[in-house]
């Protein structure tokens, strides 16, 4: 019964060890791109801003409030380039971890633009097939399942990445501004491509 008892501790102590391999995810940073549109003092960046309400309840109610001070002249070493832009996969952090982390690369966690950006990162900078991190923070309406309302690290305008990205929420998840402020992906997954799951930020998981 004593062996028994250690073997089913020892299948247990695995077991754990297991799931939360599986369960860590990446950062994928992305830096400014000239080819990005919408105006604003970087041209497609913080035209529509992170509010301030916006807190991290799992992080010390944190807001990401960075801004890019100036723009990348080319991609660094390491980094990827696609229409003017350059990523770079950050490794498996919380997202708060990960976007300090592209700030000092003068970049942020990166949200796709549309369905042809996301798939040329999937398979030239993400590495793993597992959870990812996207850019996307919190919400204008306080709790929402609709990506159009969503704000992103980048200040990038949502509702008009939407309009291309055709992404959704899976059902019974959703954004809210303080417990659930973070979304991610998964590559190579056609369920979890454009259906994204809700996150309350503080897991490790890959920033792109």
Known sequence: ????????GIMLFVFALLIGVTSAANVICTDYGKDIGGGGAFDGYYVRPVPTNCRFQHRGHWSPQFRIKEGQPQCKGGWRKWKNKCYFEAGGRNWQDGERFCNQHQAHIWQPNDREEYQWVEQNVMRHNTWYYLGTVCNSRGQTTNPADFFTASGEDMR?????LNARMHPGHHINNH???CMMSHRNNNTWRWMYHHQQCHDRRHIK
Do not use: N, R
């Not at 019964?1 to 089913?8: L, R, Y």
């Not at 008009?160 to 291309?164: A, C, E, L, N």
């Open 1 to 8: 019964a004593v062996v028994s008892t250690q073997s089913t």
């Open 160 to 164: 008009q990445i939407q309009q291309k």
């Open 179 to 181: 417990s659930h402020p």
